[in-house]
């Protein structure tokens, strides 16, 4: 018999659910993009309808917890837990958004490393919910999390390094800008991902 470790009410966990699922595919077009660099305007469209998407559900778990007295978990997580998957999903907007109105020529090495990094980490998490209710797991994928998020970090440091010792002309210092910009957007994707293990991680140990 499966145990749960919270109450009946599991409008929420459909909800977060529903939330990662929704967030996963927001990554999985954006690695698409990178990926298969072409129509690059309508794969950024289709992104931020994603994204508004996510909006929509976050929204729809902010109703309920206002119209809930009794919450399976504590009421902050569940804000901070909506209000994290919808900030990496906005993270990955953003990136989209910037390499469509920058008119990014073509992805770089570094790119397609931090986005598949971020992937990984969106995996995690979807993974991690999925088994949120009976906790099976769900320290491990926090933890994958956390590496990833390091990896995040280096690969971001090492590239943005590498920009400035490549640009020697002044012409160069847009294209400097440009990417310095998106990298930053993936890195802080990936910071996100980590703030979203950090809450889950936080709701174990009080369920614990």
Same mark, same amino acid.
């Given at each position: 018999?499966?145990?749960?470790f919270?109450?009946?009410d599991?409008?929420?966990f ?13 990554v999985?077009?954006?690695? &698409?993009?990178? $990926? !298969?660099? /072409?129509?690059?305007? =309508?794969?950024?469209?289709?992104? +931020?309808? %994603? ?17 809930t ?8 997580d ?12 906005d ?35 979807? &993974?991690?919910? $999925? !088994?949120? /209710?009976?906790?099976? =797991?769900?320290?491990?994928?926090? +933890?994958? %999390?956390n ?41 802080i994707?990936?910071d ?17």
């Open positions: 018999m499966k145990f749960h919270f109450p009946r599991q409008k929420f459909a909800l977060f659910r529903q939330d990662a699922a929704n967030l996963k595919l927001g999985q077009a954006l690695k &698409e993009l990178v $990926e !298969n660099y /072409e129509d690059v305007e =309508r794969k950024y469209q289709h992104i +931020k309808d %994603i994204e508004h998407q996510g909006d929509m559900i976050t929204h729809e778990i902010f109703v309920k917890l206002r119209e007295f009794i919450t399976p978990i504590d009421r902050e569940i804000h901070g837990l909506a209000s994290g998957l919808d900030d990496v999903l993270c990955v907007e953003g990136v989209a958004s910037r390499m469509n109105y920058f008119k990014v020529p073509r992805p770089t090495p570094e790119m397609k490393k931090l986005v598949d990094i971020i992937s990984q980490a969106v995996h995690q998490i979807s &993974e991690a919910i $999925e !088994n949120f /209710e009976s906790l099976s =797991r769900v320290d491990a994928f926090c +933890k994958q %999390i590496i990833l998020e390091y990896e995040a970090d280096v690969v971001c440091r090492e590239a943005i390094a590498d920009l400035f010792e490549k640009t020697e002309k002044v012409e160069q210092l847009k294209d400097l800008i440009k990417l310095k910009e998106i990298y930053g957007r993936l890195e994707a990936a996100r991902c980590e703030d979203v293990a950090n809450i889950i991680e936080g709701i174990i140990v009080k369920t614990s």
